[in-house]
């Protein structure tokens, strides 16, 4: 597989985890209650971190090589 297509699919795999992070957030929020609550907030930003991280290191990888 090409790295242009391993980029793709890494980020393809930060933006399911921002739409995780976010029903998350939103059913802690809108259902939860008390430690249960704020456990799946903090898996909610997590989730964001990581998804932040694995996009900024994608776009400062800067373009890859057409063959």
């Known amino acids: 597989m090409s790295d242009a ?3 793709m699919w890494i980020s393809f795999f930060a ?3 921002m739409f995780i992070s976010a029903g998350a957030a939103i059913f ?3 259902k939860l209650r008390g430690v249960i609550q ?6 909610s930003f997590i989730c964001l971190l990581v998804s932040g991280l694995i996009v900024f290191l994608i776009v400062i990888g800067g373009p890859t090589a057409t063959l």
């Open 15 to 17: 933006l399911a985890l």
């Open 38 to 43: 704020k456990i799946v907030l903090a898996f």
């Open 5 to 7: 297509m391993m980029n």
């Open 28 to 30: 802690s929020r809108e």
